[in-house]
């Protein structure tokens, strides 16, 4: 079974900062991968799906990259909202699975 | 506006059974695939099911396969999930969520409900 890992665990930013998270699948899921972000008590938001691709309302900050097993979400200049958790989501092999979480915390 | 609204979470016996529901508003739920997502308390995200938008496929992850069954009914725009012999492991919120996929159940979640926390617990 597919193994999704996202590091680091833990990330200290300043606000203005830039924050860059990286998820590896164990295996190839050419660019079926999706980010969100879920902040304590809500529900988790999608940032970007197909590797890239930001969804509907979503910051231009927010940037994702890659293909096949390594892809990166980078935070070009951290805000005060943007201090959560964050997950990557690969849709590509059975079954659909999340990784184990980000979590960007203020410095 | 675009909602999701769960309910039917509760505190229920090892063993026992229970059905969630989500109420869908502000979108074309007939034509939309639908998915169950948990969270265990302080824990990750988990997919748990999905179901086309005609409710002709379903799909489990092999954990509650057996024991869950998700449906839905499109006169009411509401999504359901019958969740029976329930164990400890399955304390969790579960979330409904609108699911993007060109093949269900391979897609990305861009809808979600508030949650609704479902404890087993004796």
């Known amino acids: 079974e597919i193994v999704m890992t996202l590091s680091p665990a833990a990330l200290s930013v300043s606000p203005g900062e830039r924050a860059t998270l990286s998820c590896r699948a164990s295996?190839?899921?050419?660019?079926?991968l999706a980010w969100y972000q879920q902040k304590p008590g809500q529900a988790p938001r999608l940032l970007i799906y197909?590797?890239?691709t930001r969804a509907t309302g979503i910051p231009a900050r927010f940037s994702g990259s890659g293909s096949g097993t390594e892809f990166t979400l980078t935070i070009s200049s951290l805000q005060s909202e943007d201090f959560a958790v964050y997950y990557c989501?690969?849709?590509?092999?059975?079954?659909?699975?999340f990784g184990g979480g980000s979590r960007v915390e203020i410095k | 506006e675009v909602q999701l609204l769960e309910s039917g979470g509760d505190l229920v016996q090892p063993g026992g059974s229970l059905r969630l529901s989500c109420a869908a508003a502000?979108?074309?739920?007939?034509?939309?695939?639908m998915s169950w997502v948990r969270q265990a308390p302080g824990k990750g995200l988990e997919w748990v099911s999905s179901i086309t938008g005609s409710g002709d496929s379903t799909y489990y992850v092999d954990s509650v396969k057996g024991r869950f069954t998700i449906s839905r009914d499109n006169f009411v725009n509401t999504l359901y999930l019958q969740m029976n012999s329930l164990r400890a492991e399955d304390t969790a919120v579960y979330y409904c969520a609108r699911l993007v996929a060109s093949i269900v159940p391979y897609g990305a979640f861009d809808i979600w409900g508030r949650g609704a926390m479902v404890t087993v617990s004796s």
């Open positions: 502000g979108f074309t739920f007939t034509s939309s695939a």
């Open positions: 197909g590797a890239s």
């Open positions: 989501q690969q849709y590509d092999k059975w079954p659909p699975l």
């Open positions: 295996q190839t899921i050419s660019n079926d």
